[in-house]
């Protein structure tokens, strides 16, 4: 059995964390370091390490996670002027936490392309 993550310690709440949703297959909780005015990560229940390790029975899961993350983002965070869902994958993408999580953005312009220079 691999180490838990510091999500896996969230879902099991061995730490604190800001929650704004939970259900019996997701968590949603503020970014402790949050980049735009609304800054928060929805993460499956089961522990699942980055995009490459989805399987074909987790297809539902991820469209579920998807759906989460769009109502939450209009019905609780009013963001009506737009958002952005985000999944960091690997080394290059910048990803810290090897629990698979959408990073929900908005209440600000975002940019685009989404890197400097
Ligand atoms: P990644 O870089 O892996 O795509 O995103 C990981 C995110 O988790 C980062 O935005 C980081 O700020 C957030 N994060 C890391 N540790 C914690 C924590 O203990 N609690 C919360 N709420 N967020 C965390």
Not at 42 to 57: F, M, S, Y
């Amino acid at each position: 059995m691999s180490e838990k993550t510091i999500f896996g310690k969230i879902i099991d709440k061995e730490i604190p964390a800001n929650i704004v949703y939970e259900d019996d297959r997701c968590l949603v909780f503020h970014d402790i370091n949050p980049q735009a005015p609304v800054h928060v990560l929805v993460i499956p229940k089961k522990e699942i390490p980055t995009l490459n390790d989805l399987e074909e029975a987790d297809d539902e899961l991820v469209g579920y996670l998807v759906r989460i993350a769009s109502r939450l983002a209009r019905e609780k965070f009013d963001l009506e002027d737009g958002y952005r869902l985000v999944i960091n994958c690997g080394p290059h993408a910048g990803q810290t936490v090897f629990h698979i999580h959408i990073h929900l953005l908005g209440g600000r312009p975002m940019g685009w392309p989404p890197w400097p220079g």
